[in-house]
């Protein structure tokens, strides 16, 4: 048996690795057009950042040691160019002499990835770059610490344009800024959490522009200008961070089944039209999990089990891969933001039926030194209670949290299974009452009517509505809504005459646990109320 393998990194290499402990006398060649068989690439801007010092830290397999690990040839500076399908023929040219040789395969595994765009790649100049491979990395780091630049923009504010200028802040004397095209960083989250990272990102001292698009870049002088809708910035140095395509030149080249976006269309097993030819990674066409539909998700964990798919079937294992949740995680600062699922953007663009919760609990039992506040948003089914989806914005435990919501989410759970869900228990850790089943009771309520929920975008929509803040007199003195009634929730029942019976009362407090608890109370004395979920807190 003789497999070929077209790129390195999570996909490719992981794939040799699974072949190989499959099966020891398999011929197994992996061909990468790079300087690097595997390497961290997530890992990058931490890079630049100096939180990791060295370059080597980044790579995780040389071809040498591949070869004493795995027996497995690999062939660095090496590009394939064409595939022969008739007669399983591949040719391949040494990217450094130009020369060309061809090799056959029984089976042959394409792991291109995904190339950055870049719409200003025409502009010749060393200070706009995009980041996808160590040298790009080391580039920029270079230039950074040769040239001390005043300023550096970022385009896009996606995970790496995020990471990126949060790494760059390290270096105190740059002034940075993220330009985002749409109206929120962090596309795949919805702007009421986006709302929390853009907070974070300007209490760093990071420029950010919302709703701005690069038209163009400019040279001036020993100055970049970066023109937008509205201003133009001017900067010593551009980062294009505003996603990837997959790197499907090759397939297509060779007629495989490809998309209108150009992703290779893969089956279950991670075969292309082509029975011979698998293919994974960013380069591919994913099922998403939830909706049941076609879509385009470039991350590494899913990668890496498509990886062992792919090598399954190439051995006769027989494996599937049933899709992706789209779980990820960033760190921003100090906080984290956790994403599973999908969005509320993504019900209402592919016409899901869905409800959101968002709950604000403590990371942990609020009597231990060192609790700090969640905000968990899920989105659900309206009758069942099928998670969705869920955004988590904290700064400690949201790693775990968002762990176990996308764990119900590929188990098909719902809010009704995470009420009952066990979780670890101790003060430093959670409290008695995990954040997860305390979302689980929230969404139950509401799903058995002892209580209606109202969202913010939902609130904003309505003309005059009748506001009740439930919060303190001292909270409400620090900050509040124009126009809302202040009564305590401990005193609330002694003042039920105030309140209007003929009006709808919008109920609101800090977190969204006095709100429901106001909520029972007036409902149960013949008001007609609603709790608007999240809360509000002045900063």
């Known amino acids: 048996m003789k497999t070929l393998i077209v790129g390195g990194v999570a996909g490719g290499a992981t794939t040799a690795a699974r072949l190989r402990r499959l099966n020891e006398t398999a011929e197994i060649v992996i061909f990468e057009k790079g300087n690097y068989i595997s390497f961290a690439n997530c890992g990058l801007p931490y890079f630049i950042g100096d939180v990791i010092k060295q370059k080597k830290d980044l790579v995780l397999h040389t071809p040498g040691s591949f070869k004493n690990r795995f027996n497995i040839d690999v062939r660095l500076r090496q590009e394939v160019i064409d595939i022969d399908r008739e007669n399983k023929i591949v040719t391949i040219k040494d990217v450094e002499s130009g020369e060309q040789y061809i090799e056959n395969y029984d089976s042959l595994v394409l792991s291109p990835g995904a190339e950055p765009i870049n719409p200003f790649a025409f502009i010749k100049s060393e200070k706009i770059k995009t980041i996808r491979t160590i040298d790009d990395s080391v580039f920029i780091k270079k230039y950074i610490q040769e040239n001390n630049p005043k300023s550096i923009a970022i385009i896009g504010g996606g995970y790496i344009g995020v990471e990126m200028a949060e790494n760059l802040r390290e270096y105190e004397n740059i002034e940075i800024s993220i330009i985002q095209k749409t109206s929120h960083a962090i596309p795949p989250i919805d702007i009421d959490i986006a709302k929390f990272v853009h907070e974070e990102i300007i209490n760093n001292n990071i420029k950010l522009y919302l709703n701005e698009e690069v038209k163009d870049i400019k040279q001036k002088n020993d100055m970049l200008e970066v023109v937008l809708n509205n201003k133009i910035i001017e900067t010593d140095f551009v980062i294009v961070s505003i996603g990837v395509v997959p790197d499907t030149k090759l397939a297509k080249k060779a007629a495989l089944l490809t998309n209108s976006k150009g992703s290779i269309i893969v089956n279950e097993y991670m075969k292309t039209s082509d029975e011979s030819i698998y293919t994974l990674g ?258």
């Not at 590494?300 to 049933?322: D, E």
């Not at 089914?381 to 904290?394: D, S």
């Not at 620090?478 to 105030?498: A, F, M, T």
């Open 282 to 539: 960013d380069a591919i066409q994913v099922n998403n999990f939830v909706t049941d539909m076609p879509a385009y998700i470039p991350l590494a964990g899913p990668a890496n089990k498509q990886a062992r798919v792919v090598a399954n079937n190439i051995c006769g294992r027989r494996g599937t891969f049933k899709g992706t949740v789209g779980s990820s995680i960033l760190k921003i600062f100090e906080y984290n933001l956790g994403i599973t699922g999908i969005s509320e953007e993504i019900c209402i663009l592919n016409n899901i039926e869905y409800k959101t919760s968002i709950i604000s609990p403590y990371s942990h039992a609020t009597y231990y030194p060192g609790a700090t506040q969640l905000t968990i948003k899920a989105i659900y089914q309206p009758k069942t209670g099928k998670i969705l989806g869920a955004q988590v914005w904290g700064k400690d435990g949201v790693d775990k949290i968002t762990d176990i919501i996308a764990t119900a989410i590929r188990m098909k759970m719902t809010a009704f299974d995470l009420e009952e869900l066990e979780l670890c228990y101790a003060p430093p850790f959670s409290s008695a009452k995990s954040p997860v089943n305390i979302l689980g009771n929230s969404i139950v309520n509401e799903i058995d009517e002892l209580v209606q929920n109202i969202s913010w975008s939902e609130l904003e929509k309505l003309e005059n509505p009748y506001i009740l803040d439930v919060r303190t007199e001292y909270e409400y003195s620090y900050g509040h809504i124009k126009g809302s009634i202040n009564i305590p929730v401990d005193e609330l029942r002694e003042n039920l005459q105030i309140l209007d019976k003929n009006k709808d009362i919008y109920v609101h407090c800090q977190t969204g646990l006095r709100s429901y608890l106001a909520c029972r109370i007036l409902n149960q004395h013949g008001f007609n109320s609603k709790n608007i979920v999240g809360g509000f807190i002045m900063k």
